[in-house]
Nanobody, 115 residues
């Protein structure tokens, strides 16, 4: 079993920054993908960013150049640095950990971008 615990969400003004953290516990394979999805009210959950164990990354077009993802395999932790935040980034952000047979999810953390 794998458990994911997120932290770092909150309220921030447009143009501000936040850093989300997700700590994984349990049977973790460091080469498996970890990352973040988000879901805004009335919208489908969308992939924001992911990082493989070797360090390769991908980002949604809407966050490229503003969001950055990193991973500390020794701590089983993935980070999402969010800069130049916009109101449309407001959503619940979910951490995920993917193995071939299953995807594990965190409980979600709310990010609200508003003046």
């Amino acid at each position: 079993q794998v458990q994911l615990v997120e932290s770092g969400g909150g309220l921030v003004q447009p143009g501000g920054s936040l850093r989300l953290s997700c700590v994984a516990s349990g049977s973790i394979f460091t080469m498996s993908a970890m990352g973040w999805y988000r879901q805004a009210p009335g919208k489908e959950r969308e992939l924001v960013a992911k990082i493989m164990g070797g360090g390769s990354t991908m980002f949604a077009d809407s966050v490229k150049g503003r969001f950055f993802i990193s991973r500390d395999n020794a701590k089983n932790t993935v980070y999402l640095q969010m800069n130049s935040l916009k109101p449309e980034d407001t959503a619940v952000y979910y951490c995920f950990y993917r193995v071939p047979s299953q995807v594990y999810w965190g409980q979600g953390t709310q990010v609200t971008v508003s003046s």
